[in-house]
Each structure stands twice: as structure tokens, then as C-alpha cells.
């Protein structure tokens, strides 16, 4: 089987429902561009984006998105440019490792500590942002992204502390994939994916259809990350699902 969900998507026959189901983040015509920043998210996401930046408006909050849709292309390049060794990659304390010292499995997981294997971003689907709060930082700070940044002393504390109570209260809505315990993604409270439509995507998403993905793609270290597949799938996609 060709890749399934590229060719269902340029068909021009089906539904604009399931025109926009681009899984892999291959194209971005079917997105919206979010008013005076290069974001770019799924046009069923923004009314509930609205509310909830209204809401944490009110709350005293401003908050702002980091990242919205990233595509397949984007990934490929961060990943490629980790693999070989143009961008640094990171151990878990953010200390850049020399990936000299390991071997092909090993650069893999090593990879993927900090970065989706392309293809496995939820930022492909245009469901799911990074958030943080601007009114408590000046245009000064460099946003990091750090769970630091979101706890005690962190200057995005209390906005978490909100932003957790309103997810508890809209259930429907936002939700945080990479919480801690789950899988082997580490906790990225920062992280909102839009659970109606961002659970369509993540139905849709097989290792059988990843597989073929990778295989069609020109990727470093494809024949460790096809060997590892399985485990891969298993521990950062499945868990999220
Ligand atoms: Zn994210």
C-alpha cells in the first residue's frame, strides 16, 4: 500500500472534512494563519482557541502560541540536521551530547528525546500548540519551553496553575498529551492538542502507515529507525492516542 492518506488527500471528491485529514503534514492549504504571527492551525481549532485565550484573558492571562502546524518537510529538516550533527542534540539535562560516542540506535533515541521522529508530530495535524503566557516576560526573554519555566519560580507558573484548572473544566476541548507517566515522551505541560479532531488524526495514524512513510523518505538513519519501528510506535505514539 502507496502512501494511503497522501493520495486520499488529493483526491478532489471527498468531503472537506476529510480533505483537511493530511497526517503527515504535507500540505498547509487546508490551515488558517493565525492574525499577525507566521502560526498557522486547523481551521475547526479556532473558535475554541478563541475562548480559551478570552478566558485566560480574563483570568490575567495573555496567552500567546509558540507553535502551531509544523509540516513533514520542517521535521525532516530538524531531524536531518540533528542526525548529522548541524543542529546540537540535547541529553536530558540539555547538555549537548557527542553523537560520535554512540551508534545508530542509540543517535536515534537520543533524537527523539527532544525531537518527533517526522511523520509522529502531533504538530503536523494542525490540532495541537505550544502555549505560554506573555504578560509575564518582556520581548526581551527567550522563550525556552522548559518545565521550569512552568513551575514555582518559573514565570509562567501561576498561568499553568490556571490554564490546568480550565482544561479540568473543558474537557471536551484542549487536553495535554505529554503529561508525566505516559509513554516515553517527557512532560511538555505546555503542549495543547484539541481533542475532537485531534483524536480523528491519531486514529488514523498506524505503524503499517508510518513505516511506509519513513520508507518513502530520504531520512538519516532510516534503516535504525525502521528496525526500531515497533518500539518507537509503541512508546512515543501509541501512549498518546
Ligand atoms: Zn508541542
Redesign the pocket.
Known sequence: MKDAVQNFVKTDVIPDLLQSFDLFGISDEHLISLPQQQIKIHPQVLNSLMEIIARAAAAGFDLQIA?GFRSFERQLLIWNGKANGLRPVLDEFGQVIDLNNLNDDEKVYAILRWSALPGAS??HWGT???VYDASRIDDSYQLQLTVEETENGGPFAEFHAWLSQDLQQNPQKFFRPYIAGVGSISP?P??LSYAPLAGLFAAQLSENILREKIQATDIELKESILKNLTDIFDNYIKPYQ
Open positions: 507553535s502531533r504538530h495541537d500548540i505550544d511538555e505546555w503542549h
